[in-house]
């Protein structure tokens, strides 16, 4: 089963179908997770999540009483807490409601930290074990992530550049049958090695890694060469 | 001497008085540095660059052409590259022209790749060393950096919120006298300590750190009740 969380980042990197994606989501019976805001959007969208988590601070209490009314599961975080929301989310979906995979929407845009939980959460152990079934998806990139291993990069119609970020000390990274090819890349720090691409006719390619975590970040232009 | 740089993110993430700002600061004989389709942004409002950096693949021909012709200083970068255009436009902006502090506007948004090599080069051992003379701001957050030692984190107006991100193995890490303190936090990965605050009537707090790198991020919400 696939799940869907929508958190509260501003609406305006929000993919352009995502109405129509949750709903056929729901339609498939998929789940449906807000956090915070993001239980409002999707209420407001049509959609009535299957799971709330928060502690809902940017909500009216209007908004959130009408969640408490029509949302069957709700999880109350505590702001002065252990756990981030967006962990607690998680932890939901893959050990509460056995999801195989997670697709995070409304994460990037606004504040910068929050953004920052949501890419770097999966290098702390107790979510790192999820980390290879997730997908952060906004209007011009969409996020994966890898654990230690050999992995095949897929090519996404769409996104013409690939960017990898090592995510902490990293050991053997290699990256093999890209337009930039890398020999075993080892740094006790993060760094990004950005504006890959796919080799003409090819639909893949490989890494490798023996310590550390990748983010694959696969992205696009709405509009190159636009001007003011 | 401050300088200011424009990178290429969209536009709908600027200050909304970024225009004001960099005429300003070209008035005050600050420098203004365009990279890649920063510089045409510049040119575009009505701001000619002292230098502008990039392979330019972002631009036109005829565009690229009227910023040969007015720009004086131009450095072509090499698409296959060591150093990215973010990476050469720092070092140009601290050891050629010798700015005690650098502006980076422009920076978020857009392609993901490229907002963390902005993030995360500070990390690298010789771009390192001018890391806590940076800013970088959007029109949600302004991020700030710090080395190992003791550091006074002040309070800035309108920015109700700061969140902290270790960016790589810390030792020792402590918040002391904001509304969320940690203690002698210590990783072998980077970590987000988002959502902290200062206290009442106090306008600053204390952070240090024996090994790693901080970056403090300020952040608000434009519209913290927002509904669809």
Partial sequence: MKAYALVGGP??????DIKKQLT??????????????GALFLEELGIIP????????????????RIEKTVKDIRYSNPIKDWTDSEIMVQTVFKDYLADKLIILGASGGR????????????????????????I?????SI????PGVHIIKKKPDYPYIGFATLS??????????????????STYPR???SNEFLPNSDYFEISLKKGMIAAIYSKDINRFHNL
Same sequence: chains 1, 2.
Avoid: C
């Fill in 112 to 135: 910068i930290d929050h953004f920052l939980i949501n890419l770097l959460m999966w290098l702390n152990p107790p979510i790192n074990q999820f980390a290879q079934r997730v997908e």
């Fill in 137 to 141: 998806i906004d209007n011009h990139n």
């Fill in 192 to 194: 990004v090695f950005s």
């Fill in 24 to 37: 056929e989501a729901k339609q498939n019976n998929d789940l449906i997770f807000g956090v915070d805001r």
């Fill in 144 to 147: 994966v992530f890898f654990n």
């Fill in 11 to 16: 609406t305006d990197l929000w993919l352009h």
């Fill in 169 to 186: 000390e990293t050991e053997d990274f290699n990256i093999s049958g890209a337009r930039y090819d890398l020999n075993d890349y080892s």
């Fill in 50 to 65: 299957d799971v709330a988590i928060g502690d809902f601070d940017s909500l009216q209490a209007k908004d959130l009483s």
